[in-house]
């Protein structure tokens, strides 16, 4: 059986060490590195590639989530367990949005964690200790954004508050497409799009890509479909 090599990420000295200390007895793991914050997270996976990084979602700076999306973004192989103290369904759909592999109360019993670490490096996800396949995970996402979107939409068309250009960058944003892509695509420059980027976070009172997705798809104004569907073009 091949090692599984993590790093761990927590601002939180003793409860990091805690977590190094758990992993680091189970047959087969082998823990190769731990940062305190964000950023020296990101550096920490672009240069280990780890099969896994065990992230707290509150750290200083960028937060796991925001670590979570710019490694999906730029497709490193490292899978992402997100940890968090504060368990709310809102917070689940940003890390599931943001592509976390697993999702877990920082409560969780120190087996289900290496349970859930088991089951993402067989290509599963785990969410507050649900297992699903992609094709499933897919679905459960739809419908809880399906639901999101009853209980903060109104009835009919709802009014946003951004322009016709805004949200056709922000349905390329949906989709997945860098800021390059997003220029070449609408025939606009690099800059343009990242000034109607920054615009689209501002009026919707958000500080990155991934809430406002989340933002949008809640209020109706765009669909998680549209993600999915085009993967499969």
């Known amino acids: 059986m091949e090692e599984v090599t993590i790093v761990v990420v927590d601002d939180h000295p003793l409860f990091r060490q805690g977590v190094i200390n758990t992993l680091s007895l189970e047959p087969g793991f082998k823990v190769i590195g731990q940062a305190e914050n964000g950023t020296n997270a990101l550096a920490l996976i672009r240069s280990l590639h780890p099969c ?3 992230v707290d979602i509150n750290l200083p700076g960028m937060n796991g989530q925001q670590v979570t999306h710019r490694v ?3 497709k490193l192989p490292t899978r992402i367990v997100l940890l ?3 368990n709310d369904q809102e917070q689940v759909i940003h890390a599931a949005w943001a592509g976390a592999a697993a999702y877990c109360s920082k409560d969780v019993d120190p087996g289900q964690l290496v349970h859930a670490i088991r089951e993402v490096v067989e290509g599963k996800i785990v969410i507050e200790g649900r297992v699903f396949t992609q094709s499933e995970f897919e679905y459960w996402l ?3 954004m399906e639901k999101a979107r009853h209980i903060y939409s109104e009835p009919g068309s709802p009014f946003h508050p951004l322009s016709d250009r805004e949200m056709e960058v922000l349905t390329c944003v949906v989709k997945g497409m860098s800021n390059k892509e997003i220029a070449a695509s609408l025939g606009i420059s690099h800059q343009t799009v990242k000034n109607h980027v920054t ?3 501002r009026k919707f009172g958000v500080e990155d890509r991934t809430q406002a997705v989340v933002y949008a798809l809640k209020r ?4 998680i479909l549209d993600k999915y569907s085009q993967s499969q073009e």
């Open 199 to 201: 615009s689209i976070l």
């Open 52 to 54: 896994i990084a065990v």
């Open 84 to 86: 968090t103290a504060y």
């Open 72 to 74: 999906v973004q730029e």
């Open 142 to 144: 739809n419908d809880e």
């Open 220 to 223: 109706g104004w765009v669909k």
